[in-house]
């Protein structure tokens, strides 16, 4: 390797271009951040990269005022949402690895194209399945969708996890007198933190940002956040308010952006294990 | 302590693939060794897996003190194992390791703790007990899986290549150990390995095994002299058995194997006299420590001529490869044994040890006495 | 010899052991069973009759498919989706590549560098839409910025030109997705064993030359994965399309997603829509079964 000539001008290049594409990526976030809190009169008279004149919380207040509401429809949709599919998940995964029977690997190639599955194709039936239960434009309702959708991907992590443990353990656990429940949770659960933290991480994401199955299966009150910033940013009526439209976005974009700073490591680590591995 | 005994056990996978266990009977006494060897893939490690009740038998019977427990779940069975990869809970400390067993029988913590506290003493790994396993040395965790078997006290314990995942020295180390603990606590031990020195010094009874099929079983006397087999006695020993295609002769109403060099000639007479398999292709069996050197005339042994090609002194012995009847011959020689490639060497066998095989089914032609333990097994070796 | 063995039996808790994992596996079993594939049969039932604001299920046939392939609109977002497939599929596994290769020379704060890359993905194609709609739009946007640096001609009105809105769906989405990419290769490049680099070396190769000739083709498997995920994401493109152009100027940037959305839920069309659904699937299966088959040949290999 080069990595004894620092300041060769080859790796000269690499940095400055590794640097212009950082600055690439920032800069979107920037502008939002940087408008979020300009007048509407600084935006009309700035650019995007200009300074504010006065900084200005006001976009932030109103934004808040039209979509915090709905911030806390998607807590409650998220969070149970993603507690029970990666429950579910582990589960599965268990089984499927650890458990086989006859049609358990069927089974699992029939999860596996789940993953891929395009939503389009089960929209109707969903909501008419969610009208009949009563639970059609119901946070309840979505937590249900998000549960059964987001099943293929964390039985699909879990399994991938689980397989690579020895069988050894779960042999040994059994002679020493260990039930299926018991081997479950006293030793493989305590294993498995680092495929939970990238399950709970990828299912929050995945939950918080869909705006697919919120636009379909909400209405009104049950609306998740996602639905009411596109609500918010497309209505055609009135002046447009882009600082607040910029500061409503970043509301709907920090929990995600929190939680990817500050577990994304584990995230990356465990995700690019199962995805490389395939 | 219990008898084991396995009548006629059968696993099958599927209905359209070959059974993987084939009819096994074996039966040992409580508190004997049986080392179940063979190469990988001969249903060694499924055999052993069936015994502990991982996997479900196909048909047969597994026998603990007389009772079938064939169809009983691992857990009832009251049979401890050590596994190759030890599959020690990487998240519990040694001490808990040890004591799950014991938790889930719902034993009280004091027992739990005595019983901890022995094991560790015996396997001299009291100081280990807070750590986890992967702060722990191939060896120590070799230990801390075989004190998680004793703590539980079942009749049977179980070893699963236990020693495989260890560098040679430390194997050596282990295996002693082995033996010594079981001279100590004459448990009932199954114990499988590809390694012949360990199915060797460490069995009282030795089943060796192929695709399936017990070859042989008996006591490693038995196995080492008076292999059922070709594939029994390639199996066992090392440097291997000397395998040399020869043609039987009647001379003077005794049967002669030819051998040849290429320096000379010699009429091996067998010691026992089979009818019917004059003029018969067979071949002989020489293990190489019984091919000495011809020294003083007169001692009565057949003796030939053969020029040395290879020599290897492997420290204590000098092994020499000659040619006989166009094959490679090995002879274990004393060390101490002057001789150069292209020398010309006199050899000596005694017709006594010379074993006979088929060639055509590698099966033993002059087995002496049962070789193996129940009649229903010799029935089947030799029978085929 | 052969005495009668008592046999001893297995108690009844000890089946309910054996039968745990497959009750445990159950309620999954039969929620992808019939949430996935029933549901999938249903669509596929509905886009043979003339359902509209209402399911009816009164059979016509191949009539909806017909009346789709004579849509003009679903032909614009069939092509738009290839050009925007393609581009987005395109440039993100080319930015995501180098980035890869670029960090992999040990470079000082490749944590923070990877981060800046990567959070993007965190955030949903919403938060990306309304983002670069705002910094693509014409008056106040990129061709404000340009102008007030001094780049007087500068104009940049992509996001209202029916010709070339696409590729301002192809600029989010690479922002976007390509950080990803990027972490999936460079995950690959970590598994690389690093003696091959150096048997190269003294082989006298190039370092530029050993990563295209040797490093990179062993990356055939991520390359897989990265180009599945991908596909995923431009063939379900619906949110970034809603948040950003909603499918305007008039239809221009539509895509098969939002079409089947608007046919679906807004224009009353079900049967229609449905149709659109499954030819979405077929898409999918398209590019699916032959990698799938692929992957579990190679698996029963291992």
């Known amino acids: 390797m080069t990595s004894h000539r620092w300041f060769s001008p080859s790796r000269l290049a690499i940095h400055a271009t590794l640097l212009l594409a950082c600055a690439l990526y920032l ?213 447009k308010q882009y600082n607040v439209d910029m500061a409503a976005a970043m509301i709907a974009g920090l929990p995600t952006l929190l939680v990817y700073v500050v577990a994304g490591k584990y995230f990356l680590r465990g995700l690019t294990a199962g995805a490389v591995k395939g | 302590m219990a008898r084991l005994e396995l009548r006629n056990v059968n696993k099958r996978y599927g209905s359209g693939l070959p059974d993987t266990l084939k009819a096994i009977d074996l039966a040992i006494d409580s508190g004997e060794f049986l080392i179940l060897v063979g190469p990988s893939g001969c249903g060694k490690s499924t055999l052993m897996n069936c015994i502990a009740g991982l996997e479900q038998i196909s048909g047969g019977e597994i026998l603990v003190e007389g009772a079938d427990i064939s169809a009983m779940s691992p857990k009832d069975r009251d049979i401890a194992m050590v596994f190759q990869s030890y599959a020690l809970y990487p998240t519990m400390s040694v001490r808990d390791n040890i004591a799950f067993g014991l938790k889930i029988r719902k034993m009280p913590q004091s027992a739990i703790d005595e019983e901890v506290a022995r094991v560790a003493k015996l396997l001299q790994i009291e100081h280990l007990l807070a750590r986890k396993p992967s702060q722990l040395s191939g060896g120590q965790q070799q230990r801390v899986a075989m004190g998680r078997a004793l703590a539980r006290r079942p009749k049977i314990y179980l070893f699963d290549e236990p020693l495989s995942n260890l560098d040679a020295k430390l194997r050596v180390e282990m295996r002693t150990e082995i033996k010594l603990m079981h001279q ?142 166009q094959t490679k011959v090995c002879c274990r020689l004393a060390p101490d044994v002057s001789c150069c490639i292209g020398d010309s060497l006199a050899l000596q066998f005694d017709p006594a040890r010379v074993l006979l095989f088929d060639s055509a089914s590698g099966e033993r032609l002059d087995l002496a006495a049962p070789a193996c333990v129940t009649q229903d097994n010799v029935a089947r070796f030799t029978g085929r | 010899m052969t005495t009668v063995a008592t046999r001893l039996r297995r108690s009844p808790l000890d089946a ?187 082989d006298g190769a190039s370092l530029p030359r050993i990563y295209l000739r040797i490093v990179l083709p062993s990356l055939r498997p991520v390359f897989f994965s990265a180009l599945m995920i991908l596909a995923h994401i431009a063939i379900k493109s619906f949110d970034l399309v809603a948040a950003m152009t909603a499918g305007g100027p008039g239809y221009a940037s539509d895509l098969p997603a939002m079409f089947m959305y608007a046919f679906t839920f807004s224009r009353g069309q079900m049967g229609m829509g449905s149709a659109s659904a499954i030819l979405m699937l077929g898409a999918i299966l398209a590019i699916l079964v032959p990698y799938l088959y692929s992957e579990l040949r190679s698996k029963r290999h291992d």
């Open chain 3, 16 to 202: 309910l052991q054996r039968w745990l994992p497959k009750l445990v596996l159950a309620p999954s079993m039969l929620i992808i069973l019939v949430g996935f594939y029933g549901y999938i049969l249903w669509t596929l039932v509905l886009s043979f009759t003339n359902s509209s604001f209402m399911p009816s299920y009164k059979w016509v046939g191949l009539t909806q498919y017909m009346k789709l392939l004579e849509n003009d609109r679903w032909w614009v977002a069939s092509k738009n989706l290839l050009v925007f497939g393609g581009l987005f599929i395109g440039i993100s596994l080319l930015i995501g590549v180098l980035l890869a290769v670029l960090l992999d020379q040990r470079i000082r704060r490749e944590g923070f560098i990877r981060t800046v890359y990567l959070y993007p993905m965190a955030l949903s194609m919403i938060v990306t839409g309304t983002a670069w709609k705002w910094l693509l739009n014409p008056g106040l946007g990129l061709d404000k910025l340009l102008r007030d640096w001094g780049w007087e001609g500068f104009r940049f009105d992509w996001l209202v030109d029916p010709e070339r809105v696409v590729y301002c769906l192809v600029i989010a989405a690479v922002w976007q997705s390509s950080g990803f990419v990027m972490a999936l290769f460079l995950a690959g490049l970590r598994g690389v064993d690093p003696s091959i680099i150096r048997a190269a070396q003294v």
């Open chain 1, 27 to 239: 800069i979107p976030l920037i502008v939002m951040l940087l408008t979020s809190f300009k007048s509407p009169e600084d935006i009309r008279t700035g650019n995007l990269l200009s300074w504010p004149h006065v900084i200005t919380g006001s976009g932030w207040l109103t934004a808040w005022d039209a979509v915090g509401g709905y911030f806390w429809n998607s807590v409650k949709i998220t969070l149970p949402a993603v507690l029970i599919s990666t429950l579910l998940g582990a589960l599965n995964g268990y089984v499927l690895s650890m458990w086989r029977f006859r049609g358990s690997q069927l089974f699992f190639g029939l999860l596996l194209f789940g993953c891929f599955l395009p939503f389009q194709t089960v929209l109707l039936p969903a909501s008419f399945t969610l009208g009949k239960l009563g639970l059609a434009s119901t946070t309840t309702g979505l937590v249900l969708i998000h549960v059964v959708y987001g099943l293929a991907f964390t039985t699909l992590f879990f399994r991938n996890y689980y397989c690579s443990v020895p069988h050894a353990l779960v042999q040994a656990a059994r002679l020493d007198g260990a039930g299926f429940f018991t081997i479950f949770g006293r030793i493989l659960l305590p294993m498995s933190v680092p495929i939970i933290m990238v399950c709970l991480i990828w299912q929050f994401t995945q939950i918080w940002n869909d705006f697919l199955f919120g636009v379909v299966f909400a209405s009104g009150d049950a609306q998740p956040i996602t639905v009411a910033l596109n609500n918010l940013v497309n209505t055609s009526t009135g002046v």
């Open chain 2, 184 to 325: 100590r606590l004459k448990t009932t031990t199954v114990y499988v390995t590809h390694d012949q020195i360990e199915a060797m010094t460490l069995g009282d009874k030795v089943a060796v095994m192929k695709d399936g099929l017990i070859q042989q079983f008996g006591t490693p006397q038995q196995i080492y002299n008076d292999p059922a087999n070709l594939f029994v006695a390639s199996f066992i020993g090392s440097p291997p058995m000397n395998f040399i295609p020869a043609r039987l002769q009647r001379q003077g109403g005794r049967l002669m194997a030819l051998l040849d060099s290429s320096q000379g000639r010699c009429e091996l007479p067998l010691s026992r006299d089979i009818q019917g398999l004059e003029a018969r292709e067979v071949v002989l069996g020489i293990r190489p420590e019984q091919i000495v050197m011809g020294g003083a005339e007169g001692n009565g042994l057949p003796s030939i001529r053969a020029q040395v090609q290879v020599t290897e002194p492997t420290g204590p012995d000098l092994l020499v490869f000659v040619t006989l009847n």
